[in-house]
């Protein structure tokens, strides 16, 4: 298998960059070939989308890693999905085989579940074979370290990544082994304690740099 892993996430020492450079070595271990790419800026121009194109269309399947940001896939990501929507012509037909895999800082899948249905739908918009996602909650904490150095922070990832390329490397969507294993709080702590705690977090840095989180930028003055 010829496997595209896509990169998500433009921030510098980034989570989803552990993930997915973890992923790829596992492929290679597993025999496959796998290819690392990652989104590009938000400045890049049509170029970029046309490396990808030319990535896509070797492919046999393609895996995308992606944070969650503001309850979404990342604004670079999203849109280099349309872009390669647009462009689908250029694909000649070509459909790899299509993984998601989503994760965020707070543990719930919830959180997860937006940008996972956005996968999904992008890959039936351009014809390609949904093959399954799956979710990690509380990956902040990795803080772009290698995933055999984050400790409890990835022991999730680290348990249900070799299952995911098992998957992979037989074609077959990610099963329900790979599945069950995913979405679990990576927190010695219960959840509802876990987002009260977080939520804690949450307003104190927002009170240290004078953010208001009530703020409602689109409503009408
Ligand atoms: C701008 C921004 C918005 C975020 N929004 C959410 C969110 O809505 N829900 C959540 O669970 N985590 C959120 N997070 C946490 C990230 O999903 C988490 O830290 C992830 O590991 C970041 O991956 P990265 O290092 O590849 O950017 C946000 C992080 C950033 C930087």
Do not use: C
Request: net charge positive.
């Amino acid at each position: 298998m010829n496997v595209l892993v896509i990169d998500g996430s433009r921030r510098a020492k980034s989570n989803t960059g552990a993930i997915a450079r973890d992923l790829q070595a596992q492929l290679h271990r597993a025999g496959q070939t796998a290819d690392l790419w990652r989104v590009p800026k938000w400045s890049a121009g049509p170029d970029a989308t046309a490396e990808a194109l030319q990535r896509l269309a070797v492919a046999d399947a393609a895996v995308l890693v992606a944070p969650i940001y503001l309850d979404q896939m990342p604004a670079v990501t999203q849109r280099l999905l349309e872009d390669v929507w647009e462009r689908r012509a250029e694909l000649d037909g070509h459909a790899p085989l299509f993984y998601g895999i989503a994760h965020s800082g707070f543990p719930e899948p919830i959180q997860r579940r937006a940008e996972l249905l956005s996968m999904r739908l992008f890959a039936a918009q351009m014809g390609w074979i949904w093959m399954g996602g799956i979710g990690f909650g509380g990956t902040s904490p990795i803080d772009g370290r290698p995933l055999d150095e984050a400790g409890m922070f990835s022991r999730q990832l680290r348990k249900v990544l070799p299952r995911a390329v098992e998957d992979i490397a037989r074609a077959r969507p990610f099963s329900a082994k790979t599945i069950a294993g995913s979405d679990k709080s990576p927190f010695p702590l219960p959840l509802t304690a876990m987002i009260a705690l977080v939520n804690l977090r949450t307003r104190k840095a927002a009170r240290d740099r004078q953010l208001r989180l009530d703020a409602r930028v689109y409503a009408p003055d």
